[in-house]
C-alpha cells in the first residue's frame, strides 16, 4: 500500500495542531492494567464490613485461582467456572 505525502502531511499538521505525538498514539505512555492479584486490595478496601464479610471468601477465591491475570483478560466464563467450583465444593449447613 502505498502512503499519499499530502495525506501524511495533513495527518502531521493535525496532530501537531491538537498537540498530539505520534507516541501518544500508540498507548505507549498508557498505565499498565492491575493484575488480579494487584486490584483486589482495592476493592477490599472500599467494601465495608458486611460486604467483605459477604464476598471475602469469592475474593479470595478469585485471587488464588486469577490471582496472575490482567484485570482486562478475565472473561465472564472464567467466572462462572469459579462459581461452578464453589457451588459443587460447598457444604450444605446443618442447623
Partial sequence: MTTDPDRVATARAM??????TAAGLTGSNRPAVPTVAEYL???VAAASPGTRRTY??????MAAALGDRRID???ASDIEALMRQAAAGARPRRN
Wanted: charged share 20%; proline share 6%.
Fill in 41 to 43: 486490595p482495592a476493592v
Fill in 15 to 20: 496532530l501537531e495542531h491538537l498537540g498530539v
Fill in 73 to 75: 483478560a478475565v472473561r
Fill in 56 to 61: 471475602g471468601s469469592s475474593w479470595r477465591r
